[in-house]
T-cell receptor, first 116, second 111 residues
Framework: DTAVSQTPKYLVTQMGNDKSIKCEQN?????MYWYKQDSKKFLKIMFS???????INETVPNRFSPKSPDKAHLNLHINSLELGDSAVYFCASSQGTLASARETQYFGPGTRLLVL | QKEVEQDPGPLSVPEGAIVSLNCTYSNSAFQYFMWYRQYSRKGPELLMY????GNKEDGRFTAQVDKSSKYISLFIRDSQPSDSATYLCAMIKTGANNLFFGTGTRLTVIP
């Protein structure tokens, strides 16, 4: 009965490849997020969608493109993968936006990406 | 310089000890403060959420916020081996929609 799920859990790929990570939440939340956690455990926001609309787009290379087909899904596509993209990518969701109601974020288990 | 600073540790304590974890921040726009716990190879899970200066208690956990000093703390009483994890502080600025995280402190509670 996973609240926020991500696939795949592990992803090992070569430099230059294109890959996608999928996220689904069954909490009925309106807002979803992508975070990147580097090797030093630093967690940084990348994107956020509220009701399928992009509301946060931090300074992230254009090679990263989020897509939200519906409120329950937020996928992350990465083109031309680079060594520095190796990290753990976490999806999260919240009922509303953080600014509106001090909402709690629920995180998925993470996708460990290794670019060789 | 990061907006949220947190000592990465690692921190090792014996079972039953009181643990103190701390974060400092530089921007007074931060108004909402959280502590997350992250077990190895898992996503962060929310432990405590507070938005005012002072203390908030939940079982063995106490969150403390001092906005005048821009300093937040998490205290864990009677620490247990199951508390061994990385603890991340996180904050939200007024009107913003994203969390700013500290780098996390790795805690090990030794039986």
């Amino acid at each position: 009965d996973t609240a926020v799920s991500q696939t795949p859990k592990y992803l090992v790929t070569q430099m230059g490849n294109d890959k996608s990570i999928k996220c689904e939440q069954n909490l009925g939340h309106d807002t979803m997020y992508w975070y990147k956690q580097d090797s030093k455990k630093f967690l940084k926001i990348m994107f956020s969608y509220n009701n399928k609309e992009l509301i946060i787009n931090e300074t992230v290379p254009n090679r990263f493109s989020p897509k939200s087909p519906d409120k329950a899904h937020l996928n992350l596509h990465i083109n031309s993968l680079e060594l520095g993209d190796s990290a753990v990518y976490f999806c999260a969701s919240s009922q509303g936006t953080l600014a509106s109601a001090r909402e709690t974020q629920y995180f998925g288990p993470g996708t460990r990406l290794l670019v060789l | 310089q990061k907006e949220v600073e947190q000592d990465p540790g690692p921190l090792s304590v014996p079972e039953g000890a009181i643990v103190s974890l701390n974060c400092t921040y530089s921007n007074s726009a931060f108004q909402y403060f959280m502590w997350y716990r992250q077990y190895s190879r898992k996503g962060p899970e929310l432990l405590m959420y507070t938005y005012s200066s002072g203390n908030k208690e939940d079982g063995r956990f106490t969150a403390q916020v001092d906005k005048s000093s821009k300093y937040i703390s998490l205290f864990i009483r009677d620490s247990q081996p199951s508390d061994s994890a990385t603890y991340l502080c996180a904050m939200i600025k007024t009107g913003a929609n994203n969390l700013f995280f500290g780098t996390g402190t790795r805690l090990t509670v030794i039986p």
